[in-house]
């Protein structure tokens, strides 16, 4: 069947360090990926997306990767801080897919602590 | 910057009642979607509208249907609603076409219905 997964448990990480978020999927191949941020009570709002043929994509302190043969992305922010904390939601367009559909993650909450 | 707007931020109605969210973007996009989302399950689309008076199921519309009329409105319907639809409702908009200005969603800040 086809999933997309995100680590469910919260990432707990120190002001300062590189926080990352990992997001799987099977039986997909996604024309391009996308990483939003959600805070409580609030709609996801839009970060970076990645297309299957690139590898990396930086925006600021954010970095995703993504690669195919793994179906793995994995999303970094560096120098983290407090205003980090959210929920970080992955999502993918299939490859099939038309319209902008996209599959949601779970998505993985972030605390980052002073 | 482009707004979604959805009519109300809480609404608690008893089952069976006939529900209507409402969700209006100002940025004059082409598809407009509405998400319910759950915890530990994501945000799992309902129906999609990609024109005026057009729409397209989802991966869950039992139970709802959807109205767009005009090209800025997209109207969710809970045609008689039940316990299993108490849930957050996100409504997201898109302009058509490929580039990541055009792929990218913008979301409201979502309803949370109660049924009761």
């Known amino acids: 069947s086809q999933k997309i997964e995100q680590n469910s448990e919260a990432l707990n990480i120190q002001e300062g360090k590189t926080a990352t978020l990992t997001c799987n999927y099977t039986?997909?191949?996604?024309?391009?990926l996308q990483w939003y941020r959600q805070d409580p009570g609030r709609g996801p709002v839009f970060l970076l997306l990645?297309?299957?043929?690139?590898k990396e994509k930086r925006k600021e302190r954010l970095k995703v990767t993504f690669d195919t043969t793994l179906k793995q992305s994995l999303f970094h922010i560096t120098a983290s801080q407090p205003a980090d904390s959210a929920t970080y939601l992955c999502a993918l367009a299939p490859s099939s897919g038309g319209y902008n559909k996209l599959i949601f993650g779970a998505g993985t909450r972030l605390a980052v602590h002073p | 910057d482009v707004k979604v707007t959805q009519s109300s931020r809480y609404l608690v109605k008893r089952t069976g009642e006939k529900v209507f969210l409402e969700c209006v973007q100002d940025?004059?996009?082409?598809?407009m979607f509405w998400y319910r989302q759950d915890p530990g399950l994501g945000l799992r689309l309902i129906y999609f509208?990609?024109?005026?008076?057009?729409?397209e199921k989802g991966d869950i519309p039992e139970g709802y249907s959807v109205s767009r009329e005009k090209k800025e409105r997209f109207s969710l319907i809970l045609e008689s609603a039940s316990t299993n639809q108490t849930s957050m409702y996100l409504c997201?908009?898109?302009?058509?076409?490929?580039?990541?200005?055009?792929?990218?969603?913008?979301f409201g800040s979502g309803t949370q219905l109660s049924v009761l």
């Open positions: 940025m004059d996009h082409e598809n």
């Open positions: 039986n997909y191949s996604p024309a391009y």
């Open positions: 509208s990609y024109d005026v008076k057009m729409k």
């Open positions: 997201a908009s898109s302009q058509a076409g490929t580039g990541v200005a055009n792929e990218k969603l913008f």
């Open positions: 990645i297309r299957e043929n690139e």
